[in-house]
């Protein structure tokens, strides 16, 4: 396994993308409706409960435009805020903890391609994971298979390529650690 990895990379073959295939059409009609009318929070909710196929909490607020590719594998905790204009690519699975904070413009990459020429077109799947009280600053990319710590601050613009501690600031291309949250 690679260091700062939560699992191994998993590839995903045309007869399972072929599967979700309707998953995905259902979802971009989802996504369509919640961001080209307006939206009071209770109906952001609801729309995101059918994308994801689980209950929202009243907590969580949802700034739009927001966007996913699949939703079935994103995980919302209890007062998540996502600012607007984030991007979920969320097939490898992503998981947002209680007071997760998302900056705008935030991308979160659960889904890649091998670097062999000849299988480029495969697609690869890790998950994400942000945990509890984490903040990803706006502008932030959070690429797949990377947790991101309890505590731990994502700084404006950083590229995030390897899992973050608790309790700590990142930033950068690619981010590195800057300083460690004393409280």
Known sequence: MKEGRLIEPKYLDKAQLAAIQPVI???????????????????IRQILSEITGQDIDDSVEVRLPLWTDYGRNLRLGKRVYIND???????GGISLADDVLI??????LSVN??????KRRAVVVEPIKVERNAWIGAGAKILAGVTIGEN?????GAVVTKSVPANTVVAGVPAKVIK???G
């Open 25 to 43: 059409d259902e979802n971009q009609r989802r996504v369509h409706q919640l961001n080209h009318t307006a939206k009071t929070l209770p109906e």
């Open 85 to 91: 204009n984030v991007q979920i690519t969320d097939l």
């Open 103 to 108: 900056g705008p413009g935030a991308m979160l």
């Open 113 to 118: 391609h091998p670097l062999d020429p000849a």
């Open 152 to 156: 731990a601050v994502v700084g404006a």
């Open 180 to 182: 460690t949250i004393e």
